[in-house]
């Protein structure tokens, strides 16, 4: 049980347009997803929450008008990256926390590579 | 503001030795938890062990472990009989709880240890 997709799993893009990523659980109902951003050999920085039915929350220095999060449903979060450029190249992960019982833990997606040409 | 903080960047063991990895950290809170992710070459983050901050008893998984000494902050992990599928970046994290209630906050990472398992 508890667990969560990522689709793609790798992206290559233009500088310049958009990329979606989704993030599923497929198990459980999601009331709370997060987004990360992790470069090689570095921790997790985490991006925003999203909540069900509500607008995503920003860590500070995160530009919300550049990573769209949309969180529809409670099995279903999307990130998408308006006009990418090469410094957005990076690993994106997702994690999603359940309602009681699941409430405690995050479980993670299996990542997103964005390479930004 | 919580901080996490791992003070190994690298650690090796030989297969079927013990191993521990090292975390602390800082907070005013009373009510939270602590956990040890592991991720391996794939990048899937994976739980390894959770420990509740108002449980006295240490937390184990099969061949994992950890001290938790919540005077101290510390949080160690210790791995046992450690196997060649053991090697992966180890990451330590906090998660504050509301106290009664089911509301939790994000999580706080430390800088991570690459551990590698040598046969």
């Known amino acids: 049980g508890a667990v969560v997709s990522q689709h793609p799993s790798r992206v290559i893009c233009k500088s310049g347009t958009s990329v979606k990523i989704e993030c599923r659980s497929l198990d459980f109902q999601a009331t709370t997803m997060f987004w990360y951003r992790q470069f090689p050999k570095q921790s997790l920085m985490l991006m925003a929450t999203s909540n069900e039915g509500s607008k995503a929350t920003y860590e500070q220095g995160v530009e919300k008008d550049k990573f769209l999060i949309n969180h529809a449903s409670l099995t279903l979060s999307t990130l998408t990256v308006t006009s990418a450029h090469p410094e957005d190249s990076s690993f994106y992960i997702c994690s999603a926390r359940g309602a009681s019982g699941r409430g405690d833990t995050q479980y993670f997606g299996p990542g997103t590579r964005l390479t930004v040409l | 503001a919580q901080t996490v903080t791992q003070s190994q960047p690298e650690m090796s063991v030989q297969e079927a030795e013990t191993v521990t990895l090292s975390c602390t950290y800082d907070?005013?809170?009373?009510?939270?938890?602590l956990f040890w992710y592991k991720q391996p070459p794939s990048r899937q983050m994976i739980l390894v062990i959770r420990q509740e901050a108002y449980k006295q008893q240490n937390a184990t998984e099969n061949r994992f472990s950890v001290n938790f000494q919540k005077a101290a902050k510390s949080f160690s992990l210790k791995i046992s009989d450690s196997q060649l599928g053991d090697t992966a970046m180890y990451f330590c994290a906090f998660m504050k709880r509301a106290a009664g209630g089911t509301s939790y906050g994000k999580l706080t990472f430390g800088q991570g240890t690459i551990l590698t398992v040598h046969p």
């Open positions: 907070t005013s809170e009373n009510n939270y938890y």
